[in-house]
């Protein structure tokens, strides 16, 4: 089974390593840098992962929209993975699972998501945070065979993908934007906000970066309290790929 992920990038050395090593059992993982300023590229470069550089240092969706829908296209793995460096697929024996699939002839496998809060970072693994909530914004088309054309909308929460779609399966997307406490949250949206180019500003993409630190604290508050154990990641300490 030969799994490629694909996954943008800007300052994430808090996490990077995390992200790499749940995806440890990945063929190959492709980190897509936007200039990051801090350690990340030298962290998954040291890991494994084969670093590019992109873009123009500003935050511009038609950037990201590009490495989402192309540069996956010629690949020879069964799977691929197109994601943020926040977004963890999850099931208990997933390599097992993505070669049934395979088998099946499933080319788009149903991806769950769900959106993790939480006010503590991980010591060993992501998947020792555990408590969030089920989102159906998240259910976003993160695996699929490359010879699929995935044809992602601006935002890559949907897509009018063509080509050979067959269903199957069922694997969770656990989305680990909220965690470490809210002044962490303030803190990444500002700094997306400061990046935001031009093109992104006239058309409100990634509007929501811009939000007053009044109406995260409130977010926050309200989804800390609607958040439950994930009763699926139980067992996440024997987890065995």
Known sequence: MRV?????????????KFFIKHYSWA????????HS????????????????????????????????????????????????LDEYLYHPTIVQHLIRLKREGVTMPRVTGYNVYSNDMPRNNMLEIQTGYRYPNFDKQAIFDPKVNINYIFGCHKNKATGHIVRGGDIKLLHYRCIGGVQRMIDRHRAYAERMCDFNRRRNLGGHYFRTAETLKKEWSENMNKSKKLLFLSNVQSYNT
Do not use: H, P, Q
Request: hydrophobic share 35%; proline share 0%; charged share 30%.
């Open 37 to 84: 300023t801090d350690n990340s590229r030298k962290i998954a470069s040291s890991m494994g992962a084969i670093v590019r550089t992109f873009g123009n240092k500003n935050l511009d969706d038609r950037e990201y929209l590009k490495i989402k829908n192309e540069m996956y296209k010629g690949s020879k793995a069964d799977y691929v993975i197109m994601c943020d």
């Open 27 to 34: 063929w190959r993982i492709f980190i897509f840098d936007n």
């Open 4 to 16: 490629e992920v694909y996954a943008v990038c800007y300052n994430e050395e808090e996490t990077i």
